[in-house]
T-cell receptor, first 113, second 111 residues
Framework: GESVGLHLPTLSVQEGDNSIINCAYSNSASDYFIWYKQESGKGPQFIIDIRSNMDKRQGQRVTVLLNKTVKHLSLQIAATQPGDSAVYFC????????????FGKGTRLHILP | ETGVTQSPTHLIKTRGQQVTLRCSSQSGHNTVSWYQQALGQGPQFIFQYYREEENGRGNFPPRFSGLQFPNYSSELNVNALELDDSALYLCATILDRDTQYFGPGTRLTVL
């Protein structure tokens, strides 16, 4: 079946440390994976994406790793800042007729001062 | 900012009523998707419109319907509202490559 799940519902990280948010997915046919950040009262904000034919992609302060063997996705945030506090969703897309995004439940990232 | 706007920002309705939510994009695109996000959950796909026609649908009953207009703005209509319809309703449109960008959402409360 289609599902995207997260290992931890809440993650607390010291400001300045690196954050790692993990995600497991079950649909081996997924073509495309996305990480979204959602702050309170706002819609999901695109952070970074990765195609299924890649295993790593880097952005500004963020890195996404994809391990298709174990169907695992992670988001690494370097030098975590207070503004990184939010709920983070991993999501998957099977590129077909409607390209619907399948979201997991989310991980809340809490930054400790 | 994504340039995707939604209206209204908040709405309160009672059971049995009907509601219309709206979405528009500064740089129009021919694909728009709608999602429902219950409190503490990830967004759930409702349906997608492509060139003014429904292009795919999630596990939502027919009382959830939509429209897409020639200027690529879109509406989500929900009839016979139920308490469980209380949620944040999000629209998303593709602004570059294949990435879907979300609007800020409409918070619907059904009493």
């Amino acid at each position: 079946g289609e599902s995207v799940g997260l290992h931890l519902p809440t993650l607390s990280v010291q400001e300045g440390d690196n954050s790692i948010i993990n995600c497991a997915y079950s649909n081996s046919a997924s073509d495309y994976f996305i990480w979204y950040k959602q702050e309170s009262g706002k819609g999901p904000q695109f952070i970074i994406d990765i195609r299924s034919n890649m295993d790593k992609r880097q952005g500004q302060r963020v890195t996404v790793l994809l391990n298709k063997t174990v169907k695992h996705l992670s988001l690494q945030i370097a030098a975590t800042q207070p503004g990184d506090s939010a709920v983070y969703f991993c999501a998957e897309i099977v590129m077909n007729r409607d390209d619907k995004i399948i979201f997991g439940k989310g991980t809340r990232l809490h930054i400790l001062p | 900012e994504t340039g995707v706007t939604q209206s209204p920002t908040h709405l309160i309705k009672t059971r049995g009523q009907q509601v219309t939510l709206r979405c528009s994009s500064q740089s129009g695109h021919n694909t728009v998707s709608w999602y429902q996000q219950a409190l503490g959950q990830g967004p759930q796909f409702i349906f997608q419109y492509y060139r003014e026609e429904e292009n795919g649908r999630g596990n939502f009953p027919p009382r959830f319907s939509g429209l897409q207009f020639p200027n690529y703005s879109s509406e989500l209509n929900v009839n016979a509202l139920e308490l469980d319809d209380s949620a944040l309703y999000l629209c998303a449109t593709i602004l570059d490559r294949d990435t879907q960008y979300f609007g800020p959402g409409t918070r619907l409360t059904v009493l």
